[in-house]
């Protein structure tokens, strides 16, 4: 999760000085931007050559070819809205002009028949852009435009992109809806690349609305002033230093003791430690449903900083906070039958599978000039999961929901378990293939109830080929999962993303609604809070 940013990175080479820095009076770690440097950089590839001076095709990383197994072929769908029309010509002329450059979106995916091995390569290949272009012509008047949208977003859940040509396609529709005057829909397979390193590319194709030549950049918090926290050398006593040290120790303690509980839930998890059966999870023996549903949400990012700042919490918290309210609403009204309860939800297990990018992105400025000069980057996947529970109840005081967020993220952020998770998915890697890792990647989103994450956009408005952006909504395809909800900042919206198996919920719109009320309520109860207070 990385709505926030953070200058932290993770790295194994480096643990003594993270731990260093977390034991700084007024620091913590930020388990929404788990970064690590070491072998987790953007890798610079160079040109295998053979014999004839040709050059040779690049394996596939075992994590990258774990996303083609059966039950695990992953697609990033990035929902995009306009403020005019598309003019598919500009598009695809902006699309080859910067993100063809990029090795992965202009090589196919070959499986290794010489070695026998049944290891993938990516060999270069020729683009035809109208094999990727999709334009579908969909008769709309005098229907609901905003479904006929979602109904194509789902269609493309249920098939797959063609391997004789590079992983990836964009599709059009100029059809005006509530969100926007047209959309698009990047569709992408992730064994090219995790969310942060594909929202660093394609935003090195925009450009600010304000000024046409600027890149878009990613909001960066500056580091604290360490020695605002730290005592001057006049006012350092014994006593103080003893104290200052023993608070250290037990937070170094707590640190550990909580890394140690997060890679054993997730172990636990993979193995045997599943949700508690609600309308969100899969029965056993469940066969999956081969069609997922789509909606998305848009609400004001400044709401939501206004949140943060009267609960004193940060903007994972409130993003957190609605989602469990609005989990609690729908599981409530479900189980809820002519005013009698056949359920009570209060105390059963409910887990979100958070997913962390652990790698720092390469910035747009850094990428678009690596383009640019045709050097050959590939960031790939690099991720790791946090188990996280989530508290289905019924709360008097919608301001609880966020409360409950901060409590169980502020210990979550004082623990490398997302990190550690990432080695153990290595070590399957190692010992059992990338067919074992696969496994173990599928048991655990199964075995919760939803599957969550969140990107950092860009603070500015942009534009692509002269088109200004309205939003942008990312989520995914093929992850087995009843229930997916991903979140991403642009300009000063924030937009819920949320996918389903149509087997699971059949009513998603009345999900994505809840999102939206379980906002208001909480917004409503900060402004109450506010009120009292000036009183």
Known sequence: MALEP?????????????????????????????????ILKPILISKNLNKNGEEEAVLLSPTSQMFHEPDYNVYVLAIMGWKVPIEVDAMKAEIQRTMLKHPRFSSLQVMDEING?????????????????????????????????????????????DMSK?????????????????????????????????????????????????LPTLPVSSSKDKSSLS???????????????????????????????????????????????????????????????????????????????????????????ITQAAMSRYIHRRYEVEGKRKFLPEGMRCRANVIVN??????????????????KVIQGNCIGFVIFPLTIAQFSNPLDYVRKSKTSMDRKKHSLGSLCTFYVSKLFLKFFGFKGAAKLAKRVPFQTTLAMSNVIGQ?????????????????????PTGI??????????????????????????????????SFMLIKEAALSKLRTKAD
């Open 459 to 479: 603070l500015e408005e942009i534009s692509c080929a002269g088109h200004p952006l309205v939003f942008v909504a990312p989520t995914c395809s093929g992850y």
């Open 166 to 214: 590079p992983q990836w396609e964009f599709h059009v529709l100029n059809m005006k809806t509530s969100h926007a005057e047209a959309t698009s829909i990047f569709r992408i397979h992730h064994s090219i690349g995790d969310g942060t390193s594909l929202m660093s590319l394609l935003l090195s194709c925009f450009r600010t609305t304000s000024d046409p030549t600027s």
């Open 484 to 517: 997916m909800v991903h979140v991403c900042s642009y300009a000063k919206k924030l937009t819920f993303a949320i996918a389903a198996d149509e087997g699971i919920i059949p009513d998603l719109n009345q999900l994505g609604d809840d999102f939206v009320d």
């Open 117 to 161: 091995s049944g290891k993938m390569r990516w060999v270069p290949t020729t683009v035809n852009m109208d094999d990727h272009i999709i334009v579908p012509q969909i008769a709309h008047d005098n229907m609901d435009t905003d479904k006929l949208v979602e109904e194509d977003i789902s269609s493309l859940s249920t098939t797959n992109v």
């Open 6 to 38: 953070s200058n932290q990175q993770y790295s194994p080479s480096s643990w003594v000085n993270q731990i260093s820095s977390l034991l700084n009076i007024g620091s913590s770690l930020d388990m929404e931007r788990g970064r690590k440097k070491m």
């Open 231 to 321: 005592l001057s050398n006049n006012k350092k006593t014994i006593w103080s230093l003893m104290w200052q040290y023993l608070i250290k120790f037990w937070l170094l303690i707590k640190f550990w003791f909580n890394t140690v509980v997060d890679v054993f839930l997730f172990i636990a998890t993979a193995l045997f430690l599943k949700d508690s059966q609600s309308p969100f999870t899969a029965t056993r023996g469940y066969k999956w449903s081969t069609r997922q549903k789509y909606t998305y949400r848009t609400i004001s990012l400044d709401d939501i900083k206004f949140i943060k700042n009267v609960t004193d919490c940060s903007v994972n918290d409130v993003v957190l906070g």
């Open 358 to 375: 652990l790698r720092p992105a390469l910035g747009v400025q850094t990428l678009a000039e690596t383009i640019e000069k045709n050097v």
